[in-house]
């Protein structure tokens, strides 16, 4: 095992490098070569797009910040992941799409093209037959430029392009790309992945298939040189030195605030079980929230009313896990309720059945910052919500298909 696997085999216990799922597909018993082949490696990247939900997600929000797509909600969308898709007689390594689904249409919301690299480099082709000119001989052209056209005339309102390769290659792109392009490791990817097992919100089918991924990465595609941003600097140990006092004194203040929402939902009449308050600002989970389990304790598939603060948003939530056998009953539910939660409240959003959380409702931390009674205001914030969801009848539409 390489340095970086004997680490983080310690910490999650990830498989021996023979026993390594994707090791044992991606191999050529007949060629010795360092550095396994492309279209296998995508492969195995789409398998676990395909074939995870928290993961996916977790690597999807990575990817869309990264290209500036902060805004964009994944919540209720149905995704296309699949490789080698048709760009006029050429073909790209792998291709995201999300798609939102009524009734009444189906309309793409994304478009993500992935090149994917081992080892090699970018290479020069014929242009794309529309790329052609009667006048001028354009010759061979960057590979990068042709996807790049064929992405900008694409009819959809957010687009981008990926460059996954063993080190960054920004250097190497082509110049006067019309479409926002963003060169990213296998090593940085690998540690996405371990943020999301670190993270406990993966189901264990999902954090089977992170384990084996993230084993492979690190035995066959981690680069020490893309790990230069984790050496410390100056600015590192300041920061570190003020974290200790100004973090630990704003994580007390935010604890603070969510202490008062314990006799409010204990008052409000959504769910019965006992209020705990959990403690984890600046670790683990990223939040400061007091929960309630909806039914009395003994119920074995109880879905959790949470209300709190992440480290950007005061926000309340219904959350059942992934893999828990009546998620499906919950996103019915939820989904009946959603017209009359969006009357009291538009900001309710639902999120299916992909994902921790349910049923959503946030607001920026910076709203307590234009008021003269903070703590008012962040009370009125959850008792309203807390109301919308005692006027909509969620614990008794919830009780009633669950507990009947």
């Known amino acids: 095992m390489s340095p970086q696997a004997l680490e983080f085999s310690a910490e999650f ?4 490098k023979d026993d390594n799922l994707f090791q044992r597909i991606i191999r050529n018993p007949h060629v010795e070569a360092s550095n396994p082949r492309e279209r296998e490696c995508t492969e195995m990247l789409c398998a676990v797009l395909r074939n995870t939900t928290e993961l996916r997600l977790y690597l999807l929000r990575w990817m869309a910040d990264v290209v500036g797509m902060h805004d964009l909600k994944f919540q209720n969308m149905t995704f296309v992941i699949e490789t080698e898709g048709s760009i006029g007689a050429k073909r790209d390594d792998l291709r995201i799409e999300g798609w939102h689904e009524t009734d009444e249409e189906r309309r793409r919301i994304f478009l993500w093209t992935i090149e994917v690299k081992v080892g090699a480099s970018f290479h020069e082709s ?3 037959g529309d790329m052609q ?4 001989d354009v010759g061979h052209v960057n590979q990068i430029v042709n996807y790049d056209h064929w992405l900008e005339h694409q009819v959809v309102p957010n687009r981008a392009g990926f460059v996954l390769a063993l080190e960054d290659m920004s250097q190497s792109l082509p110049p006067n790309l019309n479409c926002h392009w963003n060169c990213m490791s296998w090593s940085k990817l690998g540690l996405k992945v371990l943020d999301a097992l670190r ?3 993966l189901s264990s ?3 089977f298939l992170a384990k084996h991924l993230l084993g492979f990465i690190v035995n ?3 680069r020490v040189s893309e790990m230069t941003e984790f050496e410390l600097n100056f600015d590192d140990v300041a920061l570190m030195r003020a974290f200790d006092v100004v973090g630990r004194n704003s994580e007390d203040k935010i604890n603070k605030f969510v202490e008062s929402l314990i006799p409010i ?3 409000s009449e959504v769910g019965e079980g006992a209020v705990t308050h959990q403690k984890s600002l600046y670790k683990g989970m990223k939040r400061s929230a007091v929960y309630r389990n909806l039914f009395a304790q003994g119920f074995p598939t109880n879905p959790t009313l949470m209300a709190g603060c992440t480290l950007t948003h005061m926000m309340i939530w219904l959350e059942t896990a992934p ?6 009953i919950v996103t019915s539910v939820v989904q009946s309720l959603l017209p009359t939660l969006k009357e009291r409240n538009s900001g309710w959003l639902a999120n299916g059945n992909e994902g921790l959380f349910d049923l959503e409702l946030a607001k920026p931390l910076e709203v307590l910052f234009a008021v003269d009674d903070q703590m008012a205001e962040f009370e009125s914030f959850y008792m309203a919500a807390l109301e919308d969801l005692r006027e909509a009848g969620l614990f008794e539409k919830l009780q009633e298909r669950l507990v009947s």
């Open 126 to 128: 014929s242009p794309l």
């Open 13 to 16: 216990g990830l498989p021996e």
């Open 265 to 267: 939902v204990e008052k």
């Open 220 to 222: 066959h595609l981690w």
């Open 205 to 207: 089918e999902d954090e």
């Open 199 to 201: 993270s406990g919100k």
């Open 323 to 328: 893999g828990n056998e009546n998620k499906s």
């Open 133 to 136: 000119s009667d006048e001028e």
